[in-house]
């Protein structure tokens, strides 16, 4: 009895220190000014909430523009990076292509320090009119969920047993026709957990947003920290913009439960 | 070249002395390897090899952004080694290493063990336990410095309300572990479900027959249940390791590299973007760039292997 009450205390404190910097996001979203910086812990919860935030965001920033850029770069960047590292996924696990080293070399580009891969692309960029576009940045994410959009999926494609495909060869299948029959049907959930895996990422990206979008292609965690002014900081507008643009994340975390560990793991550990 | 590799399977619709299309030569079992490659090597030319070989080009030569690159020789790198500055980000980014990677196996093996049994609501708790790791690191640090803010923030109010008092937790000689906390708050579950998964893979007889021959639970916790662990610690160490050191958007919101904070990446993000000494900035950037590539290629290994197909 003792033991279940102290395993139900250590749980329910961890989950609190989890769970209550999410929710205080989404309190002071529905938070006026006053209640905002009251010193007053009685209105941490109870106050009288209030779309004021919303509102403010919504008609005075162009969050839904900034949002919908998020969307078009993560969507249009997960593509090109699904199409380029399920081939060279399949190659690397079929033949193992390059003895490794190749593979090795596609995980260590996110071992470059982003800081610095951004001045030669932004003078290249600029060669090239692609600074403040949604190609650009599309192309920089493509780059950057590459070497673990390709190593997710090798560890899917290793588990495809070759028997299978040497079957349909022998049936007559060319190699193109053994992919796209075969194989491809079977790594269907690789597919889904390693695009919803680079959405994340690409949504979740800053960095290279905030160097290389002003305006046009200016995704909405730019705009988030552009609340973050230099005399004050407008927390209402802050935590009413975070909340919706973190609500995907949070909806993929719940129900992607069984294949975040291992995704993030590469595959090394079933989950 | 293409007319003495034909395919070894696949149909040969008409003629055997016709020469294969280019089509056909690039989906030969030959060439079909490379040819997958090929958007991947196209896209790692163009923004790795490219940008690598700028970095290095510009890492022996002085550029403001405008006029021509001056060469320097090793000069930016004799700076680097004598750049005060740069040698405690370095140490501090290892100290940041040091401590998230031990307290978050510490922690995670301890959750891990906890939640390693059936309970009501088990699935509700480990969801909610997920919850931060997805989340935006930009819009954590911007939301830890509001919450953890000294004269308004949530945490000093309670603080003040439970009789501790306030803290300031952005004091120059404390503000490197509210990073690393901050830190640890999102990555926590990362080395708990790690090792939550491991757990739950272990042999159950081998626990059993431990138990019938009267083991005590600190031994087996120490000669059974550590050891199988040991590949999954390594691979959170090296992933972990990888990630961390390339640490910059929890900054970024919070102190900006201000009170004794300043980590690798913030100050080559620093040299270059903002004091725009190109030339040393790319020095330093290949610096932790080798620093990287020898840690991980040493842990890589072992996580291959922990990933080779069993058979």
């Known amino acids: 009895m003792l033991k279940k009450l102290l395993f139900w205390v250590i749980t329910g404190t961890v989950l609190v220190v989890i769970v209550a910097p999410l929710a205080w996001i989404y309190l002071t979203a529905f938070k006026s000014q006053s209640d905002i910086f009251a010193p007053d812990l009685s209105r941490f919860v109870f106050f009288k909430p209030t779309l004021g935030n919303f509102q403010a965001l919504f008609g005075n920033y162009p969050f839904w523009g900034n949002l919908l850029n998020t969307f078009i770069v993560s969507i249009g960047g997960t593509i090109i990076t699904m199409f380029a590292s399920l081939l060279a996924a399949y190659s690397f696990a079929r033949w193992n292509t390059g003895g490794g080293d190749i593979l090795f070399m596609t995980v260590s580009t996110r071992m470059f320090p982003m800081a610095v891969a951004a001045i030669p692309h932004f003078v290249f960029f600029k060669t090239l009119g692609l600074l403040d576009t949604h190609l650009g940045l599309m192309l920089l994410y493509v780059f950057f969920n590459i070497s673990f959009a390709t190593f997710l999926l090798y560890g899917f494609f290793n588990e495809v047993p070759k028997e299978v495909e040497q079957a349909a060869m022998i049936d007559g299948y060319g190699r193109m026709e053994v992919f796209r029959k075969i194989v491809f049907p079977l790594i269907g959930p690789g597919l889904a957990v390693t695009s919803v895996f680079c959405l994340i990422w690409m949504w979740n990206e800053f960095f290279f947003a905030f160097l290389f979008t002003r305006s046009d292609a200016r995704t909405v965690n730019v705009l988030l920290s552009s609340f973050w002014g230099g005399l004050q900081v407008q927390y209402g507008l802050m935590t009413a913009g975070a909340a919706i643009t973190i609500l995907p994340t949070l909806i993929a975390a719940w129900f992607m439960q069984r294949y975040i560990i291992r995704g993030l793991t590469f595959g090394a550990v079933k989950g | ?311």
């Open chain 2, 1 to 311: 070249m293409p007319s003495n590799s034909p395919p070894v399977t696949g149909r040969w619709p008409e003629g055997e002395g016709r020469k294969a299309t280019v089509w056909e030569t690039l989906t030969s079992e030959r060439y079909f390897r490379w040819t997958l490659l090929v958007p991947l090597l196209v896209l790692l030319a163009i923004f790795m090899l490219y940008p690598l070989v700028y970095s290095i080009y510009f890492s022996f030569h002085d550029w403001g952004m405008q006029g021509a690159p001056v060469f320097s020789g090793l000069r930016n790198y004799r700076q680097l080694v004598n750049d005060r500055e740069f040698l405690i980000a370095f140490r501090r980014t290892l100290e940041v290493l040091f401590i998230c990677i031990a307290v978050e196996i510490g922690l995670g093996l301890g959750l891990a063990l906890l939640w390693n049994r059936d309970f009501k609501g088990q699935n509700v708790v480990r969801g909610l336990a997920l919850l931060p790791l997805l989340v935006a690191p930009l819009i954590l640090s911007l939301l830890w410095n509001f919450i953890l803010d000294f004269n308004f923030g949530a945490l000093n109010l309670v603080f003040q309300a439970i009789g501790i008092g306030k803290v300031n937790l952005w004091r120059p000689d404390i503000a490197l572990f509210t990073i690393c906390a901050m830190t640890i708050w999102q990555w926590l579950p990362f080395s708990t479900f790690v090792l939550l998964a491991g757990l739950k893979s272990l042999p159950r007889d081998v626990f059993e027959a431990a138990r019938v021959d009267g083991a005590s639970r600190f031994y087996t916790f120490r000669r059974l249940t550590l050891p199988m662990l040991t590949p999954l610690i390594m691979i959170i160490v090296l992933l972990r390791s990888m990630w961390l050191i390339r640490l910059f958007d929890p900054l970024f919101g919070t102190t900006r590299g201000g009170v004794n904070t300043e980590l690798l990446d913030w100050i080559t993000y620093r040299t270059s973007f903002v004091m725009f000494d190109i030339g040393y900035g790319s020095a330093m950037a290949i610096a932790s760039w080798a620093f990287t590539m020898a840690l991980c290629l040493v842990m890589f290994r072992q996580l291959m292997n922990a990933m080779a197909p069993k058979t």
